[in-house]
């Protein structure tokens, strides 16, 4: 692998990580077609605080040279001499949630554009099965007017990069390998084996490791759906859910799911893509899409839960102040990606409430931009009719929510993590 030279397509929350960690051996150029985000980079700065600046910069080449080291650009021509090109774009759903693949053909035409004879392209977006070598090949095929298996190759490893956890970073997570054909299989899974510390698994085919990425999640999805379940059940029923499942867990193999907003690029979208294909081929998937269901509706049942509290103490619903704590889609991570506590904002808005949104992990002009919301800066000093706790992120844990309220007013705590009694929990 010494003549390797490879291009990751796409620098968000997983293209950059692997970029860093492949240009630690081998010369890498990173591509985007996001020009902010590539002087952003090169500057040694990392928005989504995915790679440190300190490991950003140690790789850093600030020209395309055939060296060990990463250059970052959004210039065609500077991937053009590379014969590995890694696809690491966002695959979202659309607001039916039908799945939108617009990312991946448009990043395979890029591709197609430079494609020479021998080079191998390598997927990692998530997608159901078949489509790399049904919708993604095509275009390379028609763009680059090379033969698939004769001129180039494809393969196909699934992303498994956890926005925001400093544990389990990429090479630290086993990696699923595929490849277009057996030769090529054994090649995608050496080159990902030359970096990943905790090893590679090579599937016997594209579809085989396709099915793989989109059920990982989907299985997370109906565990948390029915822990969901369970916190709708046992507050009709005035039995803390938390004390519940601390219990359960006490058996050896009772899975430990906690009950919560299912939002982000993975869990609250990928099941749409295995819902999708499942139906092409004439099949209700009833149990993904109850799941889907159940946790699609949370940020309703938690605004729901808190009119209700503020009903029970008299607190006027109308104009009423209420402070929300996060808006990302996970603690401490700056991803608003299908981040589900908008849904809880959109839903407490809706009765006529005076909202005030606190996130120190989020930027305010992005989330301005996306999500057309306002943010504050800084926690508010003054006092709220209720506090609701939507995301846990490390600064929230400590804080004086009382100190927060007015006399009795309302705390409501998404994620049941608080030290001090919420008036209120899932």
Known sequence: MNKTKIAIIGLGYVGLPLARLFATKYSVIGFDINQKRIAELQSGKDSTLEVSDEDLKAVLQSTPQFAIGLYCSSNLEDIADCNYFIVT??????????????????????????????????????????????????????????????????????????????????????????????????????????VIKAGTHLAPSIKVAEAAKVIENSQRDINIAFVNELAKIFNLMNIDTAAVLEAAGT????????????????????????????????????????????????????????????????IKIKAAKILVLGITFKENCPDFRNTKA???????????????IFDPWASKEEVKKELHLDMVSTLPDQKFDVVVLTVAHKEFIDLDFRGLLNEDGVLYDVKSILKEKADGRL
């Not at 908008?342 to 005030?356: A, C, E, Q």
Request: charged content about 25%; some cysteine.
């Open 89 to 194: 774009v966002p695959t979202p759903v659309d607001s039916t949630n039908r799945p939108i693949l617009t990312p991946l053909y448009k990043s395979s035409d890029t591709v197609g554009k430079v494609l020479k004879k021998g080079d191998l392209v390598i997927y990692e977006s998530t997608v159901y099965p078949g489509v790399t070598e049904d919708e993604c090949v095509p275009v390379l095929e028609q763009v680059s007017g090379l033969k698939f298996n004769e001129d180039f190759f494809v393969g196909y490893s699934p992303e498994r990069i956890n926005p925001g956890d400093k544990e389990h970073t990429v090479e630290k997570i086993l990696k699923v390998t595929s490849g277009s054909t057996p030769e090529i299989g054994k090649k995608v899974d050496a080159l990902y084996a030359s």
């Open 251 to 314: 058996k050896w193999n009772f899975l430990p799911f906690k009950p919560g907003l299912v939002g982000g690029h993975c869990i609250g979208v990928d099941p749409y893509y295995l819902a999708q294909k499942a139906q092409e081929f004439g099949y209700h998937p009833e149990i993904i899409l109850a799941g889907r269901r159940m946790n699609d509706g949370m940020g309703k049942y938690v605004a729901s839960e808190v009119i209700k509290l503020m009903a029970l103490r008299d």
């Open 342 to 356: 908008i849904d809880v904002v959109n839903n407490l808005k809706s009765y006529g409430t005076d909202l005030t």
